[in-house]
C-alpha cells in the first residue's frame, strides 16, 4: 500500500492512519510555512520511504506502523512539552516520540507549539 495515496492493487483501503498522517502534515506546515518536507530512507522493505521534516535541522519523521502512526522528534530531549504529547521513547538520550492510535486525540494547538519549539531549538 503506498502511504501517500492508501492505494492497494488499484483499490482506495479505509485506512485511518492516511487520514491522521495528511492531518499531521497540515498541522507542521501551519506552525511552520517553511518546513520542508522530503522522503528518506527508502528501501526494498519500506519503498515509500519515510516523511522527515526540516527547518534549520531536523524536526521529526513520520511513519506509519501497523496500529498507529508515530511523530519521532529527533531533538525531543531538548523541547519543553508543557501540554505532555510525548508518550513515547521517554526514556531515549536524545528523541521523543508522540504515537497515535486509531481513537487518539491530538491537540493541534498544542502539537503546532511543539513542532515551534523544535525549530526555536534547532536554531539556538
Known amino acids: 500500500m503506498c502511504a501517500v495515496t492508501g492505494r492497494y492493487s488499484g483499490a482506495v483501503t479505509e485506512d485511518w492512519r492516511i487520514g491522521r498522517v495528511a492531518e499531521i502534515r497540515s498541522l507542521i506546515k501551519q506552525a511552520e510555512p517553511d518546513v520542508v518536507e522530503e522522503i528518506k530512507w527508502r ?30 522528534f529527533a531533538k525531543g530531549s531538548s523541547l519543553n512539552d508543557p501540554d505532555g504529547l510525548f508518550n513515547a521513547s521517554l526514556q531515549a538520550p536524545v528523541g521523543r516520540s508522540i504515537d497515535l492510535h486509531e481513537d487518539d486525540t491530538l491537540d493541534p494547538e498544542a502539537f503546532k507549539a511543539l513542532i515551534q519549539e523544535a525549530v526555536r531549538v534547532n536554531r539556538t
Open 43 to 72: 528501501k526494498p522493505s519500506n519503498p515509500d520511504g519515510v516523511p522527515a521534516f526540516s527547518l534549520d535541522g531536523l524536526i521529526c519523521t513520520l511513519e506509519m506502523y501497523k496500529g498507529k502512526v508515530k511523530v519521532n
